[in-house]
């Protein structure tokens, strides 16, 4: 990305303007505007409005240059964390939840084989070859179960865990207990935390709840200089002893060396804590969503807008469906939830135009499953389009369309800078039976999450407040 003095400068070229016309019809002194182009001085922020008013710059160019305005006082980690979870959302958008199963890919050689009485295995290569082994070897068992602290969730691993989960169909249950840096002081936070949690999400998604990470707080510093194989992976036939950096592992074939990793392994998930919970029962559900709303605001990235601000009780009360089990429970959390959202100070919503049209086509809600609740009129559909529309316009409520393919149709991503970040997939999801909420408080990638919704209205992910409202009015005629 360009930087703010390299951006102003192209925009300047673009107009052909000199240093000297620019500073003199904007107000900005000469000496102050050539150290700004020369990267040497920060512009004031009041004089950014002059520059913007007086070059006429169209949405696009005014939101970029807002947008490299803000990243000068950022911190290159905030970037890099930013950009990881950009990468890991599109990579979600990206993934086909539809393949069908296929039959179960062999291995041409066996663990026994490969291993040939070695104990000792040197080289990435090797190692990663030798865990795959292991795994597949477990696969075939009716009782497959791994338990592991440092399953090497890298690119190819990650692809393997996919395919056995959505392709292969396995029904392996993964225990994962991960270690999370403890080292929270750090200026720039944990991005080997982030990293983690972006390598395993994928997983925990087409998993249908048979992958279960778990964490715990380390330094990360010590293990590695003071054990040659600080993790491990058992199976039901094997342990995998493995070095910090995956570069070496020790095979451990001894059934009582299994059962003794086994038994270490239930002492380890005692202090550890739960990073994922899987719920397919739409109360809990809805009790989960409670939980990331507070004082601060309402922070959303979803396929639909969000709606809920215009939810009055009447209109709540005349779309949850009777006789449905636990109505009045339902009921209440529901109101509960429309009602702060209509206090909250600050409501962020970002949707996709599909979504968008989605939702005025049928009238359902991806969060709401129709089984609880009916669709919303056509009348119904156009006063709540319309009411977003008013808000956004006032600058009551922050509303962007998202460019295509940048996030997930089936997701829900909530974010507070207190209590920490919510992931739901929603009634888009594909793979029925397996709705996942996912609950992270860990303090800096809480941070980093919070810190990528925010940033969304001035980055290139979405549209345009304005553009947004075009693509409003446009959905709205098409549906009158």
Same mark, same amino acid.
């Given at each position: 990305m360009l930087q703010f003095s390299e951006y102003l400068r192209e925009l300047m070229n673009a107009r052909k303007l =000199?240093? +000297?016309?620019?500073?003199? /019809? !904007?107000?900005v002194e000469r000496t102050q505007l050539s150290k700004v182009l020369a990267g040497q001085r920060v512009l004031p922020y009041h004089m950014l409005d002059q520059l913007i008013y007086y070059m006429q710059l169209d949405p696009r160019e005014e939101k970029r240059l807002r947008a490299r305005y803000d990243a000068q006082f950022e911190s290159a980690q905030t970037r890099r964390d930013r950009e990881r979870i950009d990468r890991m959302l599109r990579d979600l958008a990206r993934l086909d939840l539809d393949q069908r199963p296929v039959q179960q890919t062999r291995l041409l050689t066996d663990l026994e084989q490969y291993a040939a009485g070695r104990v000792i295995f040197t080289g990435q290569t090797n190692v990663m070859l030798l865990v795959r082994m292991a795994i597949v070897e477990e696969m075939v068992r009716p009782d497959a179960c791994v338990d =592991? =602290?440092?399953?090497? $969730?890298?690119? !190819?691993? *990650? /692809?393997?865990? #996919?395919?056995?989960?959505? *392709?292969?169909g396995t029904r392996m249950k993964i225990r994962h207990v991960l270690c999370f840096d403890a080292n929270t002081a750090q200026k720039d936070g944990s991005p080997g935390n982030l990293e983690l949690l972006c390598q395993i999400l994928p997983v925990c998604l087409v998993s249908r709840e048979r992958y279960i990470p778990y964490y715990y707080y380390d330094n990360m510093r010590g293990a590695q200089y003071t054990d040659p194989f600080p993790n491990f992976l058992v199976t039901h036939s094997c342990v995998v002893c493995l070095a910090e950096d995956m570069s070496s592992a020790m095979l451990l074939r001894d059934p009582e060396a299994v059962r003794f990793y086994r038994r270490h392994f239930e002492t380890m998930l005692d202090p550890a804590y739960e990073l994922v919970r899987y719920i397919d029962e739409p109360l809990q559900m809805l009790r989960t969503y409670q939980q990331w709303v507070n004082m601060d605001g309402m922070y959303v990235a979803m396929d639909q807008p969000c709606f809920g601000r215009f939810y009055s009780q009447e209109l709540t009360q005349a779309h949850l469906r009777h006789g449905v089990p636990g109505e009045e429970q339902l009921l209440e959390l529901a109101l509960n939830r429309f009602r702060h959202f209509r206090q909250v100070p600050r409501f962020y919503t970002f949707f996709s135009e599909a979504g968008l049209r989605r939702f005025m086509k049928d009238? =359902?809600?991806?969060?709401?499953? $129709?089984?609880?609740? +009916?669709?919303? +009129?056509?009348?119904?559909?156009?006063?709540?389009?319309?009411?977003?529309?008013?808000? #956004?316009? +006032?600058?009551?409520?922050t509303g962007r369309v998202f460019r295509e393919g940048v996030f997930p149709e089936y997701l829900s991503v909530v974010t507070t800078p207190q209590q920490g970040i919510g992931i739901f997939t929603t009634g888009q999801f594909p793979l029925n039976g397996s709705l996942c909420s996912i609950q992270i408080r860990e303090p800096n990638l809480t941070r980093a999450f919070h810190n990528w919704m925010t940033s969304l209205p001035g980055s290139n992910l979405t549209m345009t407040a304005q553009e947004t409202l075009e693509i409003m009015e446009r959905v709205l005629k098409d549906f009158t």
């Open positions: =000199t240093v +000297s016309a620019l500073a003199r /019809a !904007s107000g =592991t =602290t440092a399953l090497p $969730v890298g690119d !190819s691993m *990650q /692809a393997d865990l #996919i395919r056995w989960y959505m *392709q292969e009238g =359902t809600l991806d969060d709401y499953p $129709v089984e609880l609740v +009916s669709p919303f +009129s056509v009348e119904e559909r156009r006063w709540l389009l319309e009411k977003l529309m008013g808000e #956004i316009r +006032s600058g009551e409520t």
